[in-house]
T-cell receptor, first 112, second 113 residues
Framework: GQQLNQSPQSMFIQEGEDVSMNCTSSSIFNTWLWYKQDPGEGPVLLIALYKAGELTSNGRLTAQFGITRKDSFLNISASIPSDVGIYFCAGSIKAAGNKLTFGGGTRVLVKP | EAQVTQNPRYLITVTGKKLTVTCSQNMNHEYMSWYRQDPGLGLRQIYYSMNVEVTDKGDVPEGYKVSRKEKRNFPLILESPSPNQTSLYFC????????????FGQGTRLTVV
């Protein structure tokens, strides 16, 4: 089945800096979604992308749907402590009945 | 408040003892699904339901059952739990078609010993 490779697996952030993470796939996706999961909570939908090349922002978050439809990235600008958590990308394909496939997650931690 | 509610939040059980994890949403969503989350594997779909009385298998359905008798409820049933079903489980719902899961529950951490 489809697989999403999400990188990095983990990262440390310092308050105020910009960070970026991405997802790649060997398959084309019709939809890309980005979620954030806080400890002890369920994932929360951050951004949904439906068109190749689409660039969408949600506050300090920006995500893009890659032109090849095989990748997506998420940027966090001016990071703050509450940005810590696990970020998941997910993609769906119409031909597969729009089933969501999730990446393995990027764990964002604060630099000690 | 719009929400997806799962119960229980934590459960420890023994191998072979049937259990049910309940899921309820108050948003009148047609689409609901169950996922399990395991370290490094992200979330994998177990079962989904497009509407009342319509359910179908996801990626990892073995050992699980579901039912959708009412729009708001979508329980997950483990008839004979085994240790490899120890995991973190999430229910999700969406007003739209499959593939745009907008709301997740808070999760149920299940341990099977």
């Amino acid at each position: 089945g489809q697989q999403l490779n999400q990188s990095p697996q983990s990262m440390f952030i310092q308050e105020g800096e910009d960070v970026s993470m991405n997802c790649t796939s060997s398959s084309i996706f019709n939809t890309w979604l980005w979620y954030k999961q806080d400890p002890g909570e369920g994932p929360v939908l951050l951004i949904a992308l439906y068109k190749a090349g689409e660039l969408t922002s949600n506050g300090r978050l920006t995500a893009q749907f890659g032109i090849t439809r095989k990748d997506s990235f998420l940027n966090i600008s001016a990071s703050i402590p509450s940005d810590v958590g696990i970020y998941f990308c997910a993609g769906s394909i119409k031909a597969a009945g729009n089933k969501l496939t999730f990446g393995g997650g990027t764990r964002v931690l604060v630099k000690p | 408040e719009a929400q997806v509610t799962q119960n229980p939040r934590y459960l420890i059980t023994v191998t072979g003892k049937k259990l049910t994890v309940t899921c309820s949403q108050n948003m009148n969503h047609e689409y609901m699904s169950w996922y399990r989350q395991d370290p490094g594997l992200g979330l994998r779909q177990i079962y989904y339901s497009m509407n009342v009385e319509v359910t179908d298998k996801g990626d990892v359905p073995e050992g699980y059952k579901v039912s959708r008798k009412e729009k708001r409820n979508f329980p997950l049933i483990l008839e004979s739990p085994s240790p490899n079903q120890t995991s973190l489980y999430f229910c999700a719902s969406s007003p739209a078609q499959r593939g745009t899961e907008a709301f997740f529950g808070q999760g149920t951490r299940l341990t099977v010993v």
